[in-house]
């Protein structure tokens, strides 16, 4: 992992989101420090989290998108989940990543992706998936 690179990431993150007021910190967000109105942050984050070489740091970053109404960051956070149980996931610090990436999704709390989150249930388990299986119920979905 090239800790410069990644480093230089946040930096050019921080560098093209300073209209909206907030500096991001290499951390998980259990609160987005973005509002509901800046929808306009979500491909900004999904291009810099692809820059990211670090799974670590990719899922703190998509964490930042965890506002209710974000819902067009919920396919990628989804696909993000799918490659990293199939690709990346041996260890148990992923479970702690996955939970966040899942956390990220439950917030969102988007009706619109329904057979996305069902796609997930279909997957290989995790302990992640609850908080996710608890938002399909909150939802209403019966499947």
Known sequence: MNLDYNAKVWNDVDDEIKDYGVKLKPHYYDKSPFMTEYKSIIPIIIKYAERCNSPKDRMFLLSTLSVKGYDDAVPY????????ISDIYSEP???ILLSHLCNTIMKIESKRYIELYIDMMHLPSTTA???????????????
Do not use: N
């Not at 956070?77 to 990293?84: A, E, R, T």
């Not at 998936?129 to 499947?143: D, P, Q, S």
């Open 129 to 143: 998936l609850e908080c996710i299986i608890k938002m399909a119920y909150r939802l209403t979905v019966t499947k």
């Open 93 to 95: 610090f992923d479970d």
């Open 77 to 84: 956070l989804v696909d993000q989940y799918k490659h990293y």
